[in-house]
């Protein structure tokens, strides 16, 4: 039992504390909650953790579709560490407590005439959630979002602040860009932006073969491409986005069909395909001819553009394979998803990552190919997913894949150790960072030290 002495502390501590990530696929009950509000409260938390001995874990805004956040230790809820402190309009970088949300960063950042370079799917993450998992979006030639960061501060359990850069403490910096939590608390970050730009973008729909007999051509021909194939059925969709000074052009949303039908009426439909699953095809063919199969071109703000409505909960699992792979890996999930007997939804989602030298990054030292796939959870109720995701990851190792760390994957420790030159070092800096291991939570222990039994390769299968 810990007795919080500390009146600071026993202001920003909360009780009761139930943590679910977004798509409630993953929870805990951490035995303490806190909230702090600056940089002293943490150092206050950390105190108190090495007083009892007890596991820490940062949250951003919980929405890793795995456990890396979770812990039964004490978890800090970083929400309120979230100012923007400083931005350099001359220098394009701006300056921001970890616990910022990147929406509200896009906005102030938009105020000064500056944006980020790429962002994923959505800007709801805190940065330092993005960073710690390297959240990344699409453009073959654009890194994931911690190679956006040029410094970063950093607590740790037992070197106390430690400010990195590519200047500064340069293993520490490589190494926390990727860290899962896994070396401390980040508590500020320093971002190269650029100017503030608008992205015209063209989508339109294209078949699957044709694509793959196209494939290195498109995905050159933009800044950023992405491809979504809908399973079951020849399409796809591509949508491509370029920088550009033209005018806005916006297509005006119709709650209708946005709302009513593409969000409602399609969750309605999804979970009666849960009785009747062969139905799944049909449904996706019908959503495609909607939706997705007219082209549509927009012109708007960049965070405007990268971002879209990603509906509702669903189980995702995404791997990076070196560029060069892509097509084998997509022929292996076509002919796997067309000969199976398993109903799966749409997309799969296929994204191109530039390489970095971030430590664990899934792109460190290769181009790649993110593929996503995902099922969807109508109305929060389960599907059965762990078939299709055990192919999926014996597809993603037979093309040298590396999973992305925010999602759940069955990659181990070893095969880990095997896949990153880096992973020995990251394993030597986490044990001489935080000796005692109180920045590790069950995840961290079962992918980078192998330390659960309940784990291992076989894991989706064994649920079956
Ligand atoms: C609808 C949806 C769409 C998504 N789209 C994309 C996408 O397009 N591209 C993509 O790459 N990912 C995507 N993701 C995944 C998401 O970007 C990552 O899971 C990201 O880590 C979430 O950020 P968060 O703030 O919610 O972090 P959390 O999930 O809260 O935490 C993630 C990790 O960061 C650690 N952490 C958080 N703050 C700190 C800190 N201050 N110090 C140390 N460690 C910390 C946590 O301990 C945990 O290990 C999506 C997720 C959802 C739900």
Same mark, same amino acid.
């Given at each position: 039992m810990i007795e919080i002495e500390n009146i600071r502390l026993r202001k920003i501590v909360k009780n009761n504390i139930k943590f679910s990530n977004w798509a409630h696929t993953f929870e805990c009950i951490p035995e303490l909650y806190f909230e702090p509000e600056n940089d002293d409260d943490i150092i206050k938390i950390i105190e108190l953790a090495k007083l009892y001995n007890k596991n820490v874990r940062a949250v951003g805004a919980g929405h890793s579709p795995s456990d890396v956040a979770c812990t039964e230790g004490i978890m800090i809820n970083m929400e309120k560490l979230n100012k923007i402190i400083e931005v350099d309009i001359e220098k394009k970088t701006v300056v921001v407590e970890a616990g910022a949300r990147i929406d509200k960063l896009n906005e102030c950042l938009w105020k000064h005439g500056l944006a980020l370079s790429n962002l994923g799917s959505i800007s709801d993450q805190s940065i330092s959630g993005a960073i710690s998992t390297t959240t990344h979006g699409t453009g073959i030639n654009f890194g994931n979002q911690s190679t956006q960061v040029v410094e970063l501060t950093l607590l740790t359990a037992s070197r106390g602040i430690i400010n990195c850069s590519a200047n500064e403490n340069e293993d520490v910096f490589k190494a926390s860009l990727c860290s899962m939590g896994a070396l401390g608390i980040i508590l500020k970050v320093k971002i190269q932006c650029e100017s503030a730009f608008k992205l015209k973008s063209n989508q339109y729909s294209m078949k699957l073969n044709d694509i793959l007999k196209n494939l290195d051509s498109i995905i050159n021909s933009a800044e950023h491409v992405r491809i979504w194939w809908f399973p079951h059925t020849e399409n796809c969709i591509i949508w491509?986005?370029?920088?550009?000074?033209?005018?806005?052009?916006?297509?005006?949303?119709?709650?209708?069909?946005?709302?009513? @039908?593409?969000?409602?009426?399609?969750?309605?439909?999804?979970?009666?395909?849960?009785?009747?699953?062969?139905?799944?095809?049909?449904?996706?063919?019908?959503?495609?001819?909607?939706?997705?199969?007219?082209?549509?071109?927009?012109?708007?703000?960049?965070?405007?553009?990268?971002?879209?409505?990603?509906?509702?909960?669903?189980?995702?699992?995404?791997?990076?394979?070196?560029?060069?792979?892509?097509?084998?890996?997509?022929?292996?999930?076509?002919?796997?998803?067309?000969?199976?007997?398993?109903?799966?939804?749409?997309?799969?989602?296929?994204?191109?990552?530039?390489?970095?030298?971030?430590?664990?990054?899934?792109?460190?030292?290769?181009?790649?190919?993110?593929?996503?796939? @995902?099922?969807?959870?109508?109305?929060?109720?389960?599907?059965?997913?762990?078939?299709?995701?055990?192919?999926?990851?014996? @597809?993603?190792?037979?093309?040298?894949?590396?999973?992305?760390?925010?999602?759940?994957?069955?990659?181990?420790?070893?095969?880990?150790?095997?896949?990153?030159?880096?992973?020995?070092e990251f394993i030597e800096l986490q044990k001489s960072l935080d000796p005692n291991g109180m920045f590790l939570n069950l995840y961290l222990k079962r992918h980078l030290f192998g330390m659960d039994e309940n784990f291992n390769k076989d894991y989706f299968k064994a649920k079956l």
């Amino acid at each position: 039992m810990i007795e919080i002495e500390n009146i600071r502390l026993r202001k920003i501590v909360k009780n009761n504390i139930k943590f679910s990530n977004w798509a409630h696929t993953f929870e805990c009950i951490p035995e303490l909650y806190f909230e702090p509000e600056n940089d002293d409260d943490i150092i206050k938390i950390i105190e108190l953790a090495k007083l009892y001995n007890k596991n820490v874990r940062a949250v951003g805004a919980g929405h890793s579709p795995s456990d890396v956040a979770c812990t039964e230790g004490i978890m800090i809820n970083m929400e309120k560490l979230n100012k923007i402190i400083e931005v350099d309009i001359e220098k394009k970088t701006v300056v921001v407590e970890a616990g910022a949300r990147i929406d509200k960063l896009n906005e102030c950042l938009w105020k000064h005439g500056l944006a980020l370079s790429n962002l994923g799917s959505i800007s709801d993450q805190s940065i330092s959630g993005a960073i710690s998992t390297t959240t990344h979006g699409t453009g073959i030639n654009f890194g994931n979002q911690s190679t956006q960061v040029v410094e970063l501060t950093l607590l740790t359990a037992s070197r106390g602040i430690i400010n990195c850069s590519a200047n500064e403490n340069e293993d520490v910096f490589k190494a926390s860009l990727c860290s899962m939590g896994a070396l401390g608390i980040i508590l500020k970050v320093k971002i190269q932006c650029e100017s503030a730009f608008k992205l015209k973008s063209n989508q339109y729909s294209m078949k699957l073969n044709d694509i793959l007999k196209n494939l290195d051509s498109i995905i050159n021909s933009a800044e950023h491409v992405r491809i979504w194939w809908f399973p079951h059925t020849e399409n796809c969709i591509i949508w491509k986005a370029d920088r550009t000074t033209e005018n806005l052009k916006i297509q005006q949303s119709s709650y209708f069909k946005d709302h009513i @039908i593409s969000f409602h009426l399609y969750q309605f439909l999804l979970n009666i395909t849960r009785c009747f699953p062969s139905t799944v095809p049909l449904l996706t063919t019908l959503m495609f001819k909607y939706k997705f199969s007219q082209p549509k071109q927009v012109i708007n703000d960049s965070y405007k553009q990268f971002n879209f409505d990603c509906l509702f909960p669903q189980y995702t699992n995404e791997w990076a394979i070196p560029l060069e792979k892509t097509k084998e890996a997509l022929e292996k999930l076509y002919e796997w998803v067309n000969g199976n007997g398993v109903f799966v939804h749409f997309p799969v989602e296929v994204r191109f990552v530039d390489k970095d030298d971030i430590w664990l990054s899934p792109a460190y030292k290769r181009k790649v190919c993110y593929i996503g796939i @995902i099922m969807y959870r109508p109305y929060n109720k389960p599907v059965p997913y762990k078939k299709y995701w055990a192919a999926f990851e014996e @597809i993603m190792r037979s093309c040298d894949g590396r999973p992305y760390w925010a999602k759940e994957h069955t990659m181990t420790a070893a095969e880990l150790e095997k896949s990153y030159p880096k992973f020995k070092e990251f394993i030597e800096l986490q044990k001489s960072l935080d000796p005692n291991g109180m920045f590790l939570n069950l995840y961290l222990k079962r992918h980078l030290f192998g330390m659960d039994e309940n784990f291992n390769k076989d894991y989706f299968k064994a649920k079956l």
